[in-house]
């Protein structure tokens, strides 16, 4: 199994100069483009990258355009994209993404190309790619890129544990609750559940239990967190770590929660599916043979668990070669070579067709591929709130969170967070 999901472990900028070759199919505007023989790929380190640099070697001999692709670490991506980008900028053509943290910006700045009309392709199928990862890249009516990757929520959990007890894998929220409780044993050194509890990191493990329970961040520009369909999702997040969590959970993201899962010093661990492979490589897991996997419970509104879009493929606005760019996108988006990156590099495919494919899907754990069929129809493509001051943001709506775990006036904490969340979004974008 390889290890291809730590998105964050990208550090330094490196800059990889590949001769591109197609791997069958999709390419066709750049190969009818005489005056194209080069384009340029920007996109920050992540598995996407590492996974279509091995499969490029045919797209140069079909097309003859050679793709130039400039990787940075995650953190740099962004700023290079602005200097870039505040210059005009026409020497990139493709440009990988992170929807939610970018996309609003860059399109009011009019950095990004509608693909609107080109996403009907015939024989390419977008109506293939899941309806979530469609939705998280579509804005105002205008899509702004095609999905190249997807994370969900998952519930981790540990099935001998659970065995041991006599205790049915939950399938609702409350369910949790009460297996949590009864298997959290502090002085045993178990916690019943390890989830993110810190302010801002909590924020996008928190909008599913947020969307479970019949709300949201917003409705369009007004703040929603003070209904009380969030009151009782802050409640119960807070209720299930405060009374089965471990200690000192308000300091502790997804690095120290997960670490307390691979560990083997947690009953239930619900984050990112992205963190699975983690959890059985034998030199970071004690769990390797005891973990298992789990649809995120339903809450009284159903379940209605995150699908994100980590990274999108998008054309600068100013690139001079926009056919050549889309041509070199729809190839490497296709149905086949999601299939192909799915196998040989464990890269989440956007396409519903490549979970359906036995094939693509055998490095993944089964529970896993079951996670993503249960909750293609009901999944919500983003995981935080929608705004282009969504850092600021997070730490407004987060503040309940703790709250709610400390056990103090989650209602009172809301109405002031929806206030403080209610000024960014009447300033958004000014």
């Not at 961040?217 to 471990?246: C, K, M, V, W």
């Not at 799915?342 to 094939?359: G, I």
Request: net charge negative; charged share 20%; hydrophobic share 40%.
């Amino acid at each position: 199994m390889k290890l291809t999901r730590n998105l964050a472990a990208a550090a330094a900028t490196i800059t990889l100069v590949l001769p591109l070759t197609a791997c069958g199919g999709g390419a066709g505007g750049a190969a009818q483009d005489a005056d194209v023989t080069s384009i340029t790929v920007v996109s920050g380190n992540n598995p996407w990258v590492q996974g279509i640099e091995k499969h490029l070697a045919e797209y140069q001999e079909e097309t003859g355009v050679e793709v130039n692709i400039e990787t940075y670490g995650n953190e740099q991506l962004n700023d290079q994209y602005k200097v870039k980008l505040n210059s005009s900028d026409s020497n990139f053509d493709v440009m990988v993404f992170q929807v939610q943290d970018v996309m609003r910006e860059f399109s009011r700045n009019q950095w990004l190309t509608d693909v609107s009309d080109r996403v009907g392709a015939e024989g390419w199928n977008w109506e293939d790619f899941q309806e979530s990862s469609r939705d998280a890249v579509t804005l105002d009516g205008a899509i702004y890129g095609v999905p190249l990757m997807t994370e969900r929520h998952v519930m981790y959990y540990r099935k001998d544990l659970l065995e041991a007890a006599g205790i049915e894998v939950p399938t609702t929220l409350e369910e949790l609750e009460a297996a949590a409780k009864a298997l959290h044993n502090p002085d045993e050194n178990m916690t019943g559940i390890a989830m993110r509890g810190q302010n801002v990191p909590a924020v996008t493990q928190f909008s599913s239990f947020l969307y479970s329970f019949g709300g949201d961040f917003q409705d369009g520009d007004t703040a929603t967190i003070n209904t009380p369909e969030a009151i009782e999702a802050y409640e119960t997040y807070g209720r299930l770590l405060r009374e089965s969590g471990p200690v000192g959970v308000t300091s502790m993201g997804w690095v120290e929660a997960s670490a307390l899962f691979a560990q083997g010093r947690a009953a239930f661990y619900l984050d990112a599916d992205s963190q699975a492979y983690t959890f059985l490589d034998p030199d970071s897991s004690a769990v390797v043979e005891t973990v298992d996997y789990a649809p995120f419970p339903a809450g009284p509104a159903g379940a209605h668990p995150y699908s994100i879009v980590p990274w999108t493929a998008g054309i600068n606005a100013y690139s001079e070669k926009k056919d050549a760019a889309w041509d070199f996108i729809q190839w490497a988006t296709s149905e086949d070579m999601f299939k192909t990156l799915m196998a040989e590099d464990t890269v989440p495919s956007p396409r519903v067709s490549s979970w359906e494919d036995e094939a693509a899907t055998s490095a993944f754990p089964e529970g896993l591929v079951n996670n993503v069929k249960a909750t293609a129809e009901t999944a919500i493509g983003h995981d935080r709130p929608q705004l282009e001051q969504v850092a600021r943001a997070r730490e407004f709506v987060g503040a309940p969170v703790v709250t709610a775990i400390d056990g103090g006036d989650v209602a009172a904490a809301a109405e002031q967070a929806n206030a403080q969340f209610q000024e960014l979004l009447d300033s958004d974008g000014q």
